[in-house]
């Protein structure tokens, strides 16, 4: 066996967890679920739940990576015990699941980039006015999205986004991945800024605000049962935990480093930049007379085509807009193909190109049902989210918390000073609060699913059949 790659920089594992977290969880996501979880509502829970959760699982993960300096399977093996290695399986499983139909959405991505270089945006949107003419609730961007979200285009983009990550983890991390990670961030954070100073000049950006900022605690006390478990599953999607990208990031770790510092930096920029989204698509949609607790996976493409075809400048803003989003849906799809990827060269002792090529065919047919109809997006997504996630990251609470505490603590305090009683603050949040916490979102999520599929899927299979 070769050995193992380590980052080439100090700051490339930084680098590779941001771009990792940083995709179309907060840019895709994050709009619509806090639009159906009723804005300002859910965005407090959701921040709550990165601050209370989110930083100390991803702790969690760092130091069963660095520990163990192995796959998620391997690693939790090592860490728990050999019947552990079953939990590392749901994980490279979640991962099939995910990357399956991010590859989709990530496709659309890259489909918007390239209406921006063959005519503006209001062009293209004129050529959708006769379908959307009569109507007061379709608007061309909608009848747009529609079109280009499944069938052919979709499919052949799913195409393209899946070669291309395939191509970048065949070449391995050092090569492939921390270079591509290094303009992105800055590169999103500046458009983002611009778009939100934009919006806020939009007639409704007041409302909007209000909307998105200023919890109404009569909807957090009606809707809590379908909110937390929303705000739980975007927490981990968001951050990439729960299927243990950051233990395999963690295991190319060469050196001691601060890994509290590191979590921060993580979090800090995720989360910014989620927030900021918001920013940009409420006023947006309000403003345009839409209601934003009906949007849906296509909020974020509805309103910033229709942003897009009023800017002046727009085209251009577009094209770099869209194509950013795209090289971030990259930088995190890279990370789930290289959990599988690592897995199957570690255990099966494949090559790293046979592992990834394999692996991404697999994912890839996984994800060719979402091209045909978007019923199938929910049923991959509700699972991933709703119950996959949590329940991993619930069970990697349950080893660093109850089945090897002090190794976890030994493991932090490397590139740390010894932290005295702040590793039994951090193991105790763990072991109580955090568990139960997570135990009551993955039961939540687990009924909105089975509704999902008794109610929705049911009927769609009905009427398709
Ligand atoms: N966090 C990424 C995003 O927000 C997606 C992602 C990458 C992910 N790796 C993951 C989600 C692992 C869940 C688990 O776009």
Do not use: C
């Not at 890279?334 to 994912?363: F, N, P």
């Amino acid at each position: 066996m070769t050995q193992r790659e380590t980052w080439a920089t100090r700051t490339g594992f930084i680098l590779a967890a941001v771009g990792s977290a940083v995709g179309l969880g907060n840019v895709w996501r994050f709009p619509f679920v806090t639009g159906e979880g009723g804005g300002a509502a859910f965005l407090l829970v959701y921040l709550l739940f990165v601050a209370m959760v989110g930083f100390p699982a991803i702790l969690a993960e760092f130091v069963v990576g660095r520990k163990t300096k192995r796959n998620p399977v391997g690693a939790l093996r090592e860490y728990g015990g050999s019947a552990w290695k079953y939990v590392g399986g749901v994980f490279i499983v979640t991962g099939f699941v995910i990357l399956s139909y991010y590859s989709v959405v990530a496709g659309w991505f890259v489909r918007y980039f390239l209406l921006g270089l063959t005519d503006s945006y209001a062009g293209h949107l004129a050529a959708y006015e006769e379908a959307a003419a009569g109507s007061e609730e379709v608007t061309e961007s909608m009848v747009m999205f529609d079109t280009l979200a499944t069938g052919l285009d979709s499919f052949l983009f799913h195409t393209l986004f899946m070669a291309l990550t395939v191509g970048i983890v065949a070449l391995g991390i050092r090569r492939g991945i921390e270079l591509a990670v290094k303009v992105m961030v800055p590169a999103i954070i500046i458009l983002l800024v611009g778009l939100a100073a934009w919006a806020a000049t939009l007639p409704d950006a007041g409302a909007a605000y209000a909307y998105y900022l200023n919890p109404d605690f009569g909807v957090l006390a009606s809707e809590w049962a379908s909110i937390l478990p929303a705000a739980a599953g975007q927490a981990f999607f968001t951050l990439s935990l729960g299927m243990g990208v950051m233990i395999t990031y963690a295991s190319y770790l060469g050196e001691d480093r601060n890994l509290a510092e590191d979590g921060t930096i993580i979090i800090g920029f995720d989360t910014a930049i989620a927030f900021i989204v918001g920013l940009v698509v409420f006023p947006i949609i309000i403003s345009g007379g839409a209601d934003p607790g009906q949007e849906t996976v296509g909020a974020i493409f509805f309103s910033l085509t229709e942003a897009f075809a009023e800017l002046g400048v727009g085209r251009w803003l577009g094209l770099l807009f869209f194509g950013t989003v795209a090289i971030a849906a990259l930088s995190s799809a890279i990370s789930i193909l290289e959990v599988v990827t690592s897995y199957v060269i570690d255990e099966k002792g494949l090559e790293r190109w046979q592992a990834a090529l394999g692996m991404g065919g697999v994912i890839y047919l996984l994800g060719v049902p979402v091209t045909y109809d978007l019923i199938f997006l929910d049923l991959l997504d509700g699972f991933a989210d709703g119950v996959l996630l949590v329940f991993g990251a619930l069970v990697l609470m349950v080893l660093v918390g109850w089945i090897a505490p002090q190794v976890a603590v030994d493991e932090l305090q490397k590139g740390i000073a010894p932290l005295g009683s702040l590793g039994d603050v951090w193991i105790w949040a763990i072991r109580v609060p955090l568990i139960v916490v997570l135990l009551v979102a993955l039961y939540l999520g687990l009924v909105d699913y089975v509704e999902f599929l008794t109610g929705d899927f049911a009927g769609w299979v009905a009427a398709t059949l």
